[in-house]
């Protein structure tokens, strides 16, 4: 079973984020400054030993490598922020191809939003807007990747470079793009592009826009956590409290916190059946992205490493018998605003890693290193 874990490139300086957020901002400007809302909720997190790393060093672009495939993660996938106005984020990706001593198989999702303040505000002011251009703007992107999809740690599927869009729906005219880029790969002397999505709402078989896509992710949590909010009234009171603490601040408590406990979520993931033999199964971590939203973030309660490696070793078993795939897309390697992390903390130490190593070594599927 080989687990691919997404990749957050956001720890390092870049000028857009110095405009708009201000000076030296990294996430872990986020981490540093967060606060629990209630006693008992698990905020700041604290990387171990204060490992505020900076993804432009090399050296913690190897540790990340080194200790992935200890503990038996197979690849990362690198969040990819291409804009026709510009790049951003893209630095540890290209130092890592430089390196060779990046010893990890990766490979992209494109993360094809536009960028807005609101996830940290109530402003829904546009940073930078998606936009794709026409056939030279395309080609330039395609030329960008394809010394990545040729470098022999990219990982490939059915002898394809595997690429992930993030949303499908956002560009009507992704067939033609996307044909184009398959036809360049192949004029490359590759096999063409493996198109993969990743929106678990998104019928690739169905959707107008579904044909250069041969594969879909189901997201998770995100996918579950959709099916509990629709149907808890729990919740939905919840949510309701928490608008109310949003204007009255001195009311903020766990009764206005929008929560839902990691048993309820991977108790919905683990009945989830997929659609299709064209989906792949996902798993996560954890999640509270209170550190990015303050009060408006949704928190995952009652998170241990035991709970993690129990889920998770049923996750896999079913990627296996039920998906019949050998690829478990896992949120997140180090997604430290949302508390998706596999990366070591204060608290638990190496344990979520040991649990996906032992999660792996329970059902046999523990790679070799």
């Known amino acids: 079973m080989k687990i691919l874990a997404f990749y957050l490139p956001q720890f390092h300086e870049i000028p857009e984020n110095n405009e708009w957020w201000g000076e030296h901002h990294t996430e872990w400007e986020n981490l540093k400054t967060a606060k629990p809302s209630y006693k008992g909720q698990y905020q700041p997190r604290v990387p171990l030993n204060q490992n505020y790393y900076n993804l432009t060093d090399v ?181 309701v409290l928490n608008r109310v603490a949003d204007v009255l601040p001195f009311l903020r408590c766990k009764a206005t916190t929008m929560q839902y406990t990691y048993d309820d979520i991977w108790n919905i993931i683990l009945k989830t059946e997929p659609i299709d033999d064209t989906w792949f199964p996902g798993a996560f971590v954890d999640w509270d992205n209170t550190p990015r ?38 949120f997140a390697w180090n997604e430290w605003g949302e508390s998706g992390y596999l990366e070591p903390d204060e608290k638990y130490g190496y344990k979520m890693l040991e649990a996906v190593h032992d999660a792996l070594q329970e059902n046999g599927e523990l790679p070799e290193v």
């Open 59 to 239: 050296k913690t672009l190897e540790w990340q490598a080194e200790i992935a495939k200890k503990y038996g993660v197979y690849g990362f996938v690198y969040y990819h922020y291409w804009f026709e106005e510009g790049m951003l984020l893209e630095k540890p990706a290209e130092i890592m191809l430089a390196n060779k001593s990046v010893d990890m198989p990766f490979c992209f999702s494109w993360a094809n939003h536009t960028w807005k303040r609101e996830w940290a505000s109530k402003s829904d002011k546009i940073l930078r807007e998606q936009t794709y251009g026409g056939r030279e703007e395309w080609l330039k992107h395609f030329n960008y990747l394809l010394p990545f999809f040729k470098d022999e740690r990219y990982i490939k599927m059915n002898g394809k470079p595997l690429f992930i869009i993030y949303n499908p729906r956002d560009f009507k005219e992704f067939p033609q793009m996307l044909k184009l880029w398959d036809e360049e790969a192949r004029k490359n002397g590759l096999l063409g592009i493996e198109f993969i999505h990743q929106d678990s709402t998104y019928n690739h078989k169905k959707e107008e826009l579904g044909e250069p896509y041969s594969y879909g992710i189901e997201f998770q949590m995100s996918k579950a956590v959709k099916k509990y909010v629709s149907e808890s009234t729990k919740f939905k009171i919840e949510r």
């Open 293 to 330: 939203r303050k009060n408006r973030g949704q928190v995952c309660t009652n998170v241990t490493p035991e709970k993690f490696k129990k889920y998770l070793s049923m996750q896999i078993k079913r990627a296996r018998d039920v998906y019949h795939k050998d690829y478990l897309f896992m």
